[in-house]
């Protein structure tokens, strides 16, 4: 038995491997022949601004990978949280179901008060202002919960790293 979840394992590692460079590459195609093809093109009511012809192109890529990360995600919590109840909680002394769900439960947090408290201020875009408040929460939120995700992350890297130290001090 171990050894078919051993090959499922693999499979599974080398079909994300695969996804991975079939992202990439296309990300790499589009992108080149964004720059490469027609970009200098000058925007017809202001020419000071140029409107490059694969415009199109790349934002429907970008929003395809949005969806697809956005669905892939979905996928992955829920599936997440239904493992979560089926153990018993604890996987090699390491408490599996807790972590999930503080994991999942500080990013929704985070999320949620880093729109309530993102800012409103209207913005000069293209020369104009720009100031519908939800997309300008909407920005704000997805820029600082990164960041604080960040910093969250090489925190708990950190703390991970201090183990041993924190062992020899706790004996």
Same mark, same amino acid.
């Given at each position: 038995?171990?050894?078919?979840?051993?090959?499922?394992?693999?499979?599974?590692?080398?079909?994300?491997?695969?996804? %991975?460079? @079939?992202? @990439?590459?296309?990300?790499?195609?589009?992108?080149?022949?964004?720059?490469?093809?027609?970009?200098?093109?000058?925007?017809?009511?202001?020419?000071?601004?140029?409107?490059?012809?694969?415009?199109?192109?790349?934002?429907?890529?970008?929003?395809?990978?949005?969806?697809?990360?956005?669905?892939?995600?979905?996928?992955?919590?829920?599936?997440?949280?239904?493992?979560?109840?089926?153990?018993?909680?604890?996987?090699?002394?390491?408490?599996?179901?807790?972590?999930?769900?503080?994991?999942?439960?500080?990013?929704?947090?985070?999320?949620?008060?880093?729109?309530?408290?993102?800012?409103?201020?209207?913005?000069? @875009?293209?020369?104009?202002?720009?100031?519908?408040?939800?997309?300008?929460?909407?920005?704000?939120?997805? @820029?600082?919960?990164?960041?604080? %995700?960040?910093?969250?992350?090489?925190?708990?890297?950190?703390?991970?790293?201090?183990?041993?130290?924190?062992?020899?001090?706790?004996?």
């Amino acid at each position: 038995m171990k050894k078919i979840k051993g090959i499922a394992k693999m499979d599974e590692e080398r079909i994300s491997q695969r996804i %991975l460079y @079939v992202i @990439v590459a296309l990300s790499v195609i589009v992108f080149l022949a964004f720059y490469l093809i027609g970009y200098d093109m000058p925007f017809t009511d202001n020419t000071a601004f140029n409107a490059p012809m694969l415009t199109d192109v790349l934002l429907g890529f970008m929003w395809g990978l949005l969806a697809l990360t956005t669905l892939a995600s979905v996928f992955a919590v829920v599936r997440g949280i239904q493992r979560a109840n089926r153990s018993e909680g604890v996987t090699n002394g390491i408490p599996a179901r807790k972590i999930t769900y503080t994991t999942y439960g500080v990013t929704a947090l985070i999320l949620i008060l880093t729109f309530i408290f993102g800012s409103t201020q209207a913005m000069i @875009v293209n020369g104009q202002n720009f100031t519908d408040s939800f997309w300008l929460r909407m920005t704000d939120m997805f @820029v600082n919960s990164s960041l604080l %995700l960040l910093v969250l992350a090489a925190g708990v890297v950190v703390f991970g790293a201090t183990r041993y130290y924190r062992k020899e001090r706790m004996k």
